[in-house]
């Protein structure tokens, strides 16, 4: 049976039986002769896939210690998500499965209590585990949750400034203008430096960054004011449609003249512009695009200086050879692509998110991994550098052997899905399959065209084939395969949940 395209139909009746199990009682198998490697994970908010230095996306923008571990390690150039959303995507890290199985489908839904944490397994085979930063799944509390020795997080989105903080159950409110991403920073590295020197450990850092509204540490504002803004080429149809208000960048993209097809754009995206998530009227007039912009990159400097700093730690205490280090984003993020911001969609900017990795002792410097890497395959991977077979639940695969360089069979496609949500109604459920080329979408639950693309030929998604007579088997290939997942993998259900959190001000008198 094919591990990407077909998954065992047992493992979704787990549910029942992984309620009933205890923390100290996790079933798993474990690999012979495998010394445990220390790991470091570093995840951070609403980063897009290219907005790193080395990429040469933004004239201008420096990432040097984000650049770094692209020289010394790994860049997995093709890294997605499977749902495009903060909880969602978290949620499928920590689990290896996708939103509908795990059921976490959008910010506010509760998490099952029989669902497994990746980390749970390794505190089983003796890592020393801890937990910093922004957890926003599965409700907003910030309380502890399975799978960490050390607990650092708080409340749903937090703030940038002077952090109310819940540190292994207790409430620590920080003033004098301490800055979230540097608080995070240093309370890790005072954990990796109280740890014993004879177990291994695995570090979860989580930053708020770069999630809007974007507030960089004062010591980076105005560093990019007078940067270049790069409007992408399919943020309007003409540079003729462009408002005034666009002036401050320059057009970029469309030097090889690809073709646009404005006919078969879909209703809810020209739709959008106009909306909380559009360029004409984002965040409801509250914001300006290119003021955006910049605030989102000068506030993207202190994680680029968080992962220096982690870095510099394993270097001064010999640490750095055998440690792991991957750095990733939870969700991609839109700059005016289709003439929208934020995430959610099923467009390459929203899916695609950064992934490095860098552990000399099993990866090679500049090493570019070609392969579609998914969120799902994060715990697998972790957990077979510490010695554990798969658990039989996870829906990914280790990508090891791709950081190892050696040659193993690897997915030919891969699936995304959204659900709708009631706060964010522009944007309808999203399905879709990519493959290397080509990319189908469905837009479940409105009345609206279905789109197709040529990847190579349109990286830009801006000529919709979906009617082009030559493209109809194409299209019923790829729409029959996204059917087939559903079906195979228990998706055809939407997991609604009611979310008992009452809005008060509301037309009615209590929403629940």
């Known amino acids: 049976m094919n591990l990407f395209t077909k998954f065992t139909i047992s493992l979704f009746l787990m549910p ?7 923390k100290d009682q996790l079933h798993f198998k474990t690999y012979d002769n495998v010394k445990p490697r220390n790991i ?4 951070s908010d609403d980063h897009r896939y290219d907005f790193m230095g080395f990429t040469g996306k933004v004239p201008g923008l420096k990432t040097p210690h984000l650049d770094r571990l692209a020289k010394e390690g790994a860049h997995l150039k093709n890294a997605f998500v499977t749902t495009s959303l903060c909880s969602p995507s978290r949620a499928s890290i920590l689990t290896g499965q996708y939103a509908h199985t795990h059921t976490v489908v959008d910010n506010q839904s509760p998490q099952p209590e029989y669902l497994i944490f990746f980390p749970q397994y390794l505190q089983q085979v003796g890592y020393q ?22 607990w650092v997080s708080f409340q749903g989105q937090g703030v940038y400034y002077n952090p109310t903080l819940n540190i292994d159950g207790k409430t620590v409110k920080y003033s004098g203008g301490a800055y979230i991403t540097d608080v995070l920073t240093g309370l890790s590295i005072d954990w990796l430096k109280s740890l014993k020197k004879d177990k291994p450990f695995f570090l979860y850092l989580s930053h708020k960054a770069v999630h809007s509204e974007f507030n960089a540490a004062k010591r980076h504002r105005g560093l990019y004011k007078d940067i270049k803004i790069q409007y992408p080429v399919s943020m309007f149809m003409t540079k003729t449609d462009s408002s005034k208000n666009f002036t401050k960048g320059q057009w970029v993209g469309n030097e090889e003249g690809f073709t646009f097809n404005k006919a078969d754009v879909p209703q809810w995206v020209k739709a959008q512009r106009y909306s909380w998530h559009g360029v004409d009227y984002m965040y409801h007039g509250q914001t300006d695009f290119d003021q955006f912009y910049q605030d989102y990159l000068e506030t993207l400097m202190g994680v680029d200086e968080s992962v ?43 899916m695609r ?25 994060i715990a697998p991977t972790f957990l077979e550098l510490a010695g554990i077979r798969q658990p039989q639940q996870m829906q990914g695969a280790s990508f090891v052997k791709l950081l190892q360089g050696r040659d193993t069979k690897w997915r030919e496609e891969f699936f995304y899905e959204y659900y ?10 999203q399905f879709a399959v990519r493959t290397d080329r080509y990319k189908f979408i469905r837009s479940q639950g409105i009345w609206d065209i279905d789109q197709l693309y040529d990847l190579v030929k349109d990286p830009y998604e801006v000529n919709n084939l979906i009617r082009k007579p030559e493209y109809q088997e194409l299209g019923k290939e790829l729409n029959i395969k996204l059917w087939k997942w559903l079906g195979a993998t228990n998706g055809l259900y939407i997991p609604l949940k009611p979310v008992l959190k009452p809005k008060k001000d509301h037309l009615y008198k209590n929403t629940w």
Request: proline residues 7%; aromatic residues 10%; charged residues 25%.
């Open 420 to 429: 709708w949500e009631n706060a964010f109604p522009q944007t309808p459920s």
């Open 308 to 350: 220096g700093a982690v870095l510099d730690f394993l270097q001064e205490n010999d640490l750095d050879k055998e440690t792991l280090v991957v750095y990733m984003g939870d969700n991609g993020f839109a700059f005016g692509e289709h003439g929208l911001i934020d995430k959610r969609t099923a467009f390459e900017e929203s």
């Open 40 to 43: 470091i994970f570093i995840l």
């Open 353 to 377: 998110v950064p992934l490095l990795a860098r552990c000399p002792a099993i990866i090679k410097p500049a090493t570019v991994i070609e392969q579609d890497v998914l969120n799902i395959d």
């Open 16 to 22: 029942a039986v992984l309620m009933g199990q205890q």
């Open 129 to 150: 585990t801890g937990f910093f930063g922004k957890w926003h799944m599965g409700g907003d509390n910030p309380d502890p949750r399975p799978g960490f020795d050390k």
